[in-house]
T-cell receptor, first 108, second 115 residues
Framework: GQSLEQPSEVTAVEGAIVQINCTYQ??????LSWYQQHDGGAPTFLSY????GLEETGRFSSFLSRSDSYGYLLLQELQMKDSASYFC?????????FGDGTTLTVKP | EAQVTQNPRYLITVTGKKLTVTCSQN?????MSWYRQDPGLGLRQIYY???????DKGDVPEGYKVSRKEKRNFPLILESPSPNQTSLYFC??????????????FGPGTRLTVL
């Protein structure tokens, strides 16, 4: 079967660094995606890891270890606008499984 | 402008009255998918389509139907809606090339209430 775990809530202060972990179990794994969703809005794509290692996109980085079925999203230099929900999503050939998401609250 | 559109954005209906939520994308994407999102929860995949005339069940397909007659459109059909289908629905599309970015572009969402 499929399972997905990520923390439900994380709180950090402006300027800090936060890491959101994701462990998954899924068949037919292609890669791990991360999405951001602000309250009431549509999810937007942040990053995708098909191979092991770190991918960096500006203030955001994402890491994948296929052997450990583990990934994380690293957000640096946190800003108030980063307050949102973050979803990891293991991707298969057709199926996408989104976790329940991590609500990040950035405080001044 | 590259986008995914959904209609209607808001809908209040009654139990048993058939409805269709339309989804259209202008990016020539092969892959399209429907999700529902309930309060405090993530997105659960209802159905997806790898290409025209190819559809498959996601994790929560019961009570829903889809069709993919054209590449750009992927309507979601509720033949006999029930109150437990009250939810926020998102349509998404992507190129879906294995090993590539696989970025899914989401529509703005349809908030459905079934009384």
């Amino acid at each position: 079967g499929q399972s997905l775990e990520q923390p439900s809530e994380v709180t950090a202060v402006e300027g800090a660094i936060v890491q959101i972990n994701c462990t998954y179990q899924t068949s037919g794994f292609y890669g791990l995606s991360w999405y951001q969703q602000h309250d009431g809005g549509a999810p937007t794509f942040l990053s995708y890891n098909a191979l092991d290692g770190l991918e960096e996109t500006g203030r955001f980085s994402s890491f994948l270890s296929r052997s450990d079925s583990y990934g994380y999203l690293l957000l640096q230099e946190l800003q108030m606008k980063d307050s949102a929900s973050y979803f990891c999503a293991p991707e298969g050939a057709g199926k996408s499984t989104f976790g329940d998401g991590t609500t990040l609250t950035v405080k001044p | 402008e590259a986008q995914v559109t959904q209609n209607p954005r808001y809908l209040i209906t009654v139990t048993g009255k058939k409805l269709t939520v339309t989804c259209s994308q202008n990016m020539n994407h092969e892959y399209m998918s429907w999700y529902r999102q309930d309060p405090g929860l993530g997105l659960r995949q209802i159905y997806y389509s790898m290409n025209v005339e190819v559809t498959d069940k996601g994790d929560v397909p019961e009570g829903y139907k889809v069709s993919r007659k054209e590449k750009r459109n992927f309507p979601l059909i509720l033949e006999s809606p029930s109150p437990n289908q009250t939810s926020l629905y998102f349509c998404a599309s992507s190129l879906r090339v294995a090993g590539a970015g696989n970025e899914q572009f989401f529509g703005p969402g349809t908030r459905l209430t079934v009384l």
